[in-house]
Each structure stands twice: as structure tokens, then as C-alpha cells.
């Protein structure tokens, strides 16, 4: 029997050498390889700047920070996704606001977005789920639309004028849609590059945006340095000049850095991540053909006008509720093979029921979520991997 681990990291001699020249160097904080890592991140994105941090949620809460939401203010998203999404607008002390996903749909509910849009509501974080890039121009519309709702608190808001879309695209590095980059699309895009993504450096993240009126790129890179290194006025690297080890603090801010050693194993998967991504879609056209014909229903990760990063291969068991799937997801680890669910929505977890929320107001969240499973994907998978899911899958789900 063999054993199938559902989202191992791609690690190869490559990565290992870039961490070991990051520590020969001597230099294992941020430093010149996270730089180096921002610079290619903007460039793989088609944008000006970038920054890189010690996760993907801390580049969601240092924009919330840098845009001056806090309490008094609403912050949309999705009720089907991850909890980093929602609680980075808990941390900053403002209201979560959850939509429906649209019927059938992974996707939040455009409609319904654009009805939950008060003169409260600062920002909206759009989930690009298992790599497929939403719909922005109807998020765009949306925020468009309720315009003249929109209440600036500072000269940053006021340079937008409209409620920020700022993307959780967690999932979708190197993802495209209508001839444009995932990052270069939403006003800022967050990625993480956890262990579990396609491209990783163990734990961290980069944030993007794309040019705001009036607003200086430096200015802005300058925010997220000093709120990510406790409001130092001088970065570690910048101490190193000589006679230069003096600095201030002008906030009691926040520690959370992306560090050289990181910043190496992402300089070696970028160099791969190509090839990757070529991998990955391969996978999902052999388990397309595969379950073409089977009672399942499957993500459209690559189309005319959008191709995807290929992060997760989500189906949904036609006809099957909770119970069943979650059989299905047993039978296959009984026959070696681990399998997920993404994700459980927000309305059903502890900490948001406390908030207030109930998944009955979320009945196309709760229709996604009763028969989805995600079968593995990545790139350590061989072909003779991929038939043995296939073919287990296929016999289970058959009986």
C-alpha cells in the first residue's frame, strides 16, 4: 500500500544550498536575501514594490494598520475560508462583516457584497480560493457602486475615495486572470508561503499593492518596515554602516520580519516554480480526464481567460452529505491516502459563533462545505501517485 501525504513541501538540494550560504554569510535576519526575494516577488507580479513578513496574516493586518482601520469600522469577507482572513480585523479592534458565497459557488456573493457596503465599511478581502483568482471586476463594481457611502479617516483612504479591496490570495501565487497577475489586480494582495503552499519559504508572506495616487511607494514600503520591526527607525541592515548604530523608535510596534534564511528557500523555489506550476496543472488535467464521468464536481482551475496556481483540487461529492464525505475521507486514509476539507466555514467555528454569527445565515457556505473534500496536490506526486489516488478515489466513491 502506499502512503500519499496530502501537501508535503518541495524541498531539493537547491533550497538546501541557499540556507546554507544564508548562514555562511553571517546574515540570517532580514537582510540583503529578503531584498532580493521583494524585488523578484514585484517582478513575478508586475508591481513596483512588494514586502515580504513572517506570514500572510501579518501582511493582511499591517495594511489594515497602515490604512487606519480599527474600531468603529467594518471589514468584509467570506464566510467559506481560513480564520486569518477574518481575525486580522479582530486584531486591529474593527468589525468582521461575513457574506454568502454566491449558490454553488466558492466564491462570496457579489450581490450580497455590495448590500453589506455601509459608511462603516473600510475595506473587503476577496478569497482567492485554492489558487483561482475571483471575479474583481465585479468586486470593483461593488465597491464602485456604494462609493458615495464611503467615510475616509486619513489622507491614505482619501487617496482612494472608495471602500480598499485587499485580496487573501493566500492560495494563488502565480495565478493570472484576464491577462493580468494575481498582485497586480486587487489594491494590495496578500500570499503566504506556509509550508503546505505551492511556493514556500517555511513560514512567511508578501504583500503587494498597486500604485495609489498621490501616495509615495517608498513611503508606504516605509510603514510596513516600521510596523513589522517595532517601529525601529533603522533596520538591522542599515545599522551596519559605519558609525551608524544609532536610531529611534517612533511606535510601539510590532515584530513579525520575514529573515534571511526564509527569504533563501524562496529565492531557490522561485527558480523552480515554473516548472511547478507546469507540474501542477498537468495533475489536475489527469484528474479532470479522470472524474470527468464520476458524480463529482470539480474547480475550473484553468480557462480561456484565467489559468490558476493550482494550490488545492477541491471536489464535491454529488448528493453526499457530511457524514458520507467525511467516510470517504476515512476510506481513503484507510487505503493510505490523506485527503482535507477546505474549509469548514466561519459561522461554524467557536470563536466566530461567539462573535455572533450563525451558519443559517449562510446557507450556500454550509451546501459548499457538507460535501466537499480535497484530494492531494503537489508536486512531489508521481504519475504512479496520482493513478493510486485516482483509482481508490473512483472505487470508493463508486460503492
Known amino acids: 500500500?502506499?502512503?500519499?501525504?496530502?501537501?508535503?513541501?518541495?524541498?531539493?538540494?537547491?533550497?538546501?544550498?541557499?540556507?546554507?550560504?544564508?548562514?555562511?554569510?553571517?546574515?540570517?535576519?532580514?537582510?540583503?536575501?529578503?531584498?532580493?526575494?521583494?524585488?523578484?516577488?514585484?517582478?513575478?507580479?508586475?508591481?513596483?514594490?512588494?514586502?515580504?513578513?513572517?506570514?500572510?496574516?501579518?501582511?493582511?493586518?499591517?495594511?489594515?494598520?497602515?490604512?487606519?482601520?480599527?474600531?468603529?469600522?467594518?471589514?468584509?469577507?467570506?464566510?467559506?475560508?481560513?480564520?486569518?482572513?477574518?481575525?486580522?480585523?479582530?486584531?486591529?479592534?474593527?468589525?468582521?462583516v461575513l457574506v454568502d458565497t454566491a449558490p454553488g459557488s466558492f466564491e462570496m456573493d457579489y450581490d450580497k457584497l455590495a448590500d453589506a457596503i455601509t459608511e462603516r465599511t473600510k475595506v473587503v478581502v476577496p478569497v482567492d480560493l485554492g489558487g483561482i483568482v475571483c471575479d474583481y471586476d465585479r468586486i470593483y463594481a461593488a465597491v464602485e457602486g456604494k462609493k458615495h457611502l464611503f467615510c475616509s479617516a486619513n489622507d491614505l483612504q482619501q487617496a482612494f475615495g472608495r471602500v480598499v479591496v485587499l485580496?487573501?490570495?493566500?492560495?494563488?501565487?502565480?495565478?493570472?486572470?484576464?491577462?493580468?497577475?494575481?498582485?497586480?489586480?486587487?489594491?494590495?494582495?496578500?500570499?503566504?508561503?506556509?509550508?503546505?503552499?505551492?511556493?514556500?519559504?517555511?513560514?512567511?508572506?508578501?504583500?503587494?499593492?498597486?500604485?495609489?495616487?498621490?501616495?509615495?511607494?517608498?513611503?508606504?514600503?516605509?510603514?510596513?518596515?516600521?510596523?513589522?520591526?517595532?517601529?525601529?527607525?533603522?533596520?538591522?541592515?542599515?545599522?551596519?554602516?559605519?558609525?551608524?548604530?544609532?536610531?529611534?523608535?517612533?511606535?510601539?510596534?510590532?515584530?513579525?520580519?520575514?529573515?534571511?534564511?526564509?527569504?533563501?528557500?524562496?529565492?531557490?523555489?522561485?527558480?523552480?516554480?515554473p516548472e511547478m506550476l507546469r507540474r501542477r496543472r498537468e495533475l489536475i488535467d489527469r484528474y479532470d480526464e479522470a472524474l470527468k464521468n464520476c458524480p463529482v464536481?470539480?474547480?475550473?482551475?484553468?480557462?480561456?481567460?484565467?489559468?490558476?496556481?493550482?494550490?488545492?483540487?477541491?471536489?464535491?461529492?454529488?448528493?453526499?452529505?457530511?457524514a458520507e464525505r467525511n467516510d470517504v475521507i476515512v476510506k481513503m486514509a484507510e487505503r493510505g491516502i490523506a485527503c482535507n476539507v477546505h474549509y469548514k466555514p466561519l459561522p461554524m467555528m467557536t470563536a466566530y459563533k461567539a462573535l455572533g454569527f450563525d451558519i443559517a445565515d449562510y446557507p450556500n457556505a454550509y451546501d459548499q462545505y457538507r460535501n466537499e473534500m480535497t484530494l492531494p496536490l503537489h508536486t512531489r506526486l508521481t504519475d504512479d501517485d496520482i493513478e493510486y489516488v485516482i483509482s481508490n478515489f473512483v472505487d470508493i466513491i463508486s460503492k
Open 1 to 96: 500500500m502506499k502512503h500519499i501525504s496530502f501537501s508535503p513541501p518541495d524541498m531539493t538540494e537547491a533550497e538546501i544550498a541557499e540556507v546554507a550560504e544564508a548562514l555562511r554569510s553571517g546574515w540570517i535576519t532580514t537582510g540583503p536575501r529578503t531584498k532580493e526575494f521583494e524585488n523578484l516577488i514585484s517582478m513575478c507580479c508586475q508591481t513596483e514594490k512588494s514586502v515580504c513578513l513572517n506570514s500572510a496574516t501579518a501582511c493582511m493586518e499591517l495594511i489594515l494598520r497602515v490604512l487606519g482601520v480599527g474600531p468603529g469600522d467594518e471589514v468584509i469577507t467570506s464566510a467559506y475560508t481560513y480564520t486569518a482572513t477574518a481575525s486580522v480585523t479582530c486584531h486591529v479592534g474593527a468589525k468582521v
Open 167 to 273: 485580496s487573501d490570495a493566500a492560495h494563488a501565487f502565480g495565478a493570472q486572470r484576464r491577462g493580468r497577475m494575481c498582485g497586480e489586480i486587487a489594491d494590495f494582495t496578500s500570499f503566504s508561503f506556509h509550508a503546505v503552499k505551492n511556493l514556500t519559504t517555511a513560514e512567511g508572506g508578501a504583500l503587494t499593492w498597486r500604485p495609489i495616487p498621490g501616495v509615495d511607494n517608498e513611503w508606504l514600503y516605509r510603514q510596513f518596515q516600521l510596523l513589522s520591526l517595532h517601529g525601529q527607525s533603522k533596520d538591522a541592515l542599515a545599522k551596519t554602516q559605519l558609525g551608524a548604530w544609532e536610531y529611534d523608535i517612533v511606535a510601539p510596534n510590532f515584530k513579525c520580519n520575514m529573515t534571511d534564511i526564509m527569504a533563501g528557500i524562496g529565492l531557490a523555489q522561485l527558480k523552480r516554480y
Open 297 to 322: 464536481q470539480t474547480l475550473d482551475h484553468y480557462g480561456a481567460d484565467h489559468a490558476s496556481s493550482g494550490h488545492l483540487y477541491m471536489v464535491r461529492l454529488s448528493g453526499r452529505d457530511v
